[in-house]
């Protein structure tokens, strides 16, 4: 996933776009401050994970942020339904988590220009 994070980050770049990434490799204990720090010096945040957004990183991100630091947030990952089964690729593309998926996502949320 940090793969896909990295390669959009630099798609947004190349688009004239400022993207930073922060690598959350848990939910719990969350960097709290990490992610505060980062999130001060952005007009917005975009989560990715590679599993369920609800109650997953992005939940958290969401409820730092409304308690610490409004900032619009756009939390990109798997809806909540049955997963299909094939290869990474495969998957990553169906459900939104390639690089291509990240950066539209990012775009058309209207929070980057």
Same mark, same amino acid.
């Not at 990715?48 to 990183?57: F, P």
């Not at 291509?100 to 990012?106: L, T």
């Given at each position: 996933?940090?793969?896909?994070t990295?390669?959009?980050?630099?798609?947004?770049?190349?688009?004239?776009?400022?993207?930073?990434v922060?690598h959350?490799?848990?939910?719990?204990p969350?960097?709290?401050?990490?992610?505060?720090?980062? $999130?001060? /010096?952005?007009? %917005?945040?975009?989560?990715? &994970?590679?599993?369920?957004t609800?109650?997953g =990183?992005?939940? +958290?991100v969401?409820?730092?942020?409304?308690?610490?630091?409004?900032?619009?947030?756009?939390?990109?990952?798997? $809806?909540? /339904?049955?997963? %299909?089964?094939?290869?990474? &690729?495969?998957?990553?593309?169906?459900?939104? =988590?390639?690089? +291509?998926?990240?950066?539209?996502?990012?775009?058309?949320?209207?929070?980057v220009?």
């Amino acid at each position: 996933m940090l793969s896909n994070t990295l390669k959009a980050a630099k798609a947004l770049e190349d688009q004239g776009i400022q993207a930073s990434v922060l690598h959350c490799p848990t939910v719990k204990p969350l960097d709290s401050q990490a992610i505060l720090d980062l $999130a001060a /010096t952005c007009k %917005a945040v975009v989560t990715v &994970e590679n599993h369920l957004t609800a109650g997953g =990183l992005g939940s +958290a991100v969401a409820e730092l942020l409304g308690d610490q630091l409004p900032l619009p947030l756009k939390r990109v990952g798997v $809806a909540d /339904t049955f997963a %299909a089964p094939g290869s990474p &690729e495969y998957l990553f593309e169906r459900y939104g =988590l390639d690089a +291509a998926s990240i950066v539209n996502a990012a775009v058309a949320s209207k929070m980057v220009r």
